[in-house]
């Protein structure tokens, strides 16, 4: 498709967040064009980790995050397959005494929220979860939460959007935005325009860039999460598992394969290319086996990394551009939006079409971002 397209909603990005986005549109028969350089969920979105959990995320995310829960449990009504979506738990574990402490306190403040989660002093973390590993100080364990595959869900987000109306155009990497009368022109290789009155950043790692784009500050640094899978093992691993501080993350799937990661990958985002890095990796190893000491004897069967994009506070820019009217930005999830993504999608659209919406923002706008310091780029 070449030419001119004149539209209701542009929206920059094909992730998660740019198909939810464009699905809502669509439902609410608003026009919308959605413009994805590669393919949808070619980055983050795609190749993520597939955790999905309420706990440990900051109390700003945490109204986002429960209405995304909620969407994830009726993931096969809203895009017609369940996603792989599975509620087996997150167990989140202490190292020491004083990440111990840490997840006291939020499970403390998320109660305050509605938020379920059960503290596991170390003897009944060893009884009830005998594979891990020893030494551990405590754990919290929050059975609402579980995990999806990502590689199908962004795709059957974009396929319903499609059939509902919205148009998806990938190959379409966006390389200028001018603001009109009519409110914005954004120029696509190869030899597209786009016109709409509202347009939706969901760029990811290149939000920094469209947000340049238009004049607006948000700084971002591109990260490439390290990723690994193993062989088919014995089922074991019913429960999603993260560590109270920095550390590996890990997943067993029902066919058996563990999936984890932990540390960063080497990205360059001008070429839109990321790897692992084989000390990442090893480092994630040598902890996955201290949390599980049976993976010792897996055998690894491909690492990866995706590209994502990083805030300062490491808290997604969500809501309304505070210098440019009509453009919204969603973006720089720092390694944890996959969960967020179907309730964002839909926020976005109430707040550009209502002008507010029940989901509180709170902490959150971009707004904050003029406040804290630039992340340097980083390669």
Not at 61 to 88: K, N, Q, S
Not at 89 to 115: K, M, N, S, Y
Not at 116 to 121: D, F, I, V
Request: charged share 20%.
């Amino acid at each position: 498709m070449a030419g001119r397209i004149l539209t209701e909603v542009a929206i920059v990005g094909g992730g998660l967040v740019g198909c939810s986005t464009a699905l809502h549109f669509a439902r609410r028969r608003v026009p919308c064009v959605l413009l994805e350089a590669e393919r949808c969920g070619a980055h983050a979105s795609g190749v993520n980790y597939g955790g999905i959990r309420i706990q440990g995320r900051a109390l700003a995310e945490l109204p986002l995050a429960e209405r995304a829960r909620r969407r994830w449990g009726r993931l096969d009504r809203i895009v017609g397959a369940d996603g792989e979506f599975r509620a087996t738990g997150h167990l989140r574990i202490a190292r020491d005494e004083a990440e111990a402490a840490t997840l006291e306190r939020w499970a403390l403040e998320a109660a305050r929220h509605g938020v379920r989660c059960e503290l596991l002093p170390a003897e009944v973390l060893r009884s009830r979860f005998p594979w891990l590993g020893e030494g551990f100080a405590a754990a919290s364990y929050c059975p609402d939460d579980g995990q999806a595959n990502p590689r199908i869900v962004t795709p059957l987000f974009a396929r319903t959007a499609r059939e509902e109306g919205a148009t998806i155009l990938e190959g379409r990497a966006v390389v200028s935005i001018e603001r009109t009368s009519r409110g914005f022109l954004l120029r696509a290789e190869p030899e597209l325009e786009v016109e709409a009155r509202v347009l939706v950043n969901a760029a990811g790692a290149w939000g920094t860039a469209i947000a340049a784009m238009l004049g607006e500050h948000l700084p971002s640094e591109p990260i490439a999460p390290n990723m690994l899978v193993s062989e088919p093992l014995p089922f074991k691993i019913e429960p999603n598992i993260g560590m109270a501080g920095p550390g590996i993350y890990l997943r067993q799937v029902p066919s058996g394969s563990v999936v984890f990661g932990g540390g960063r990958g080497s990205v360059d985002l001008e070429r839109r290319r990321c790897r692992p890095l084989f000390a990442t990796s090893l480092s994630t190893i040598e902890e996955a086996c201290r949390v599980v000491p049976e993976l010792a004897r897996a055998s690894i069967i491909r690492t990866w990394a995706g590209i994502e994009g990083r805030t300062p506070d490491d808290l997604p820019v969500i809501g309304p551009s505070t210098v440019v009217p009509g453009l919204f930005h969603a973006f720089g999830f720092s390694g944890h939006g996959f969960m967020l993504a179907p309730a964002v999608g839909i926020v976005l659209v109430e707040l550009v079409l209502d002008g507010h919406s029940a989901t509180s923002l709170e902490g959150l706008s971009p707004s904050r971002s003029t406040s804290v310091p630039a992340i340097p780029a980083t390669t």
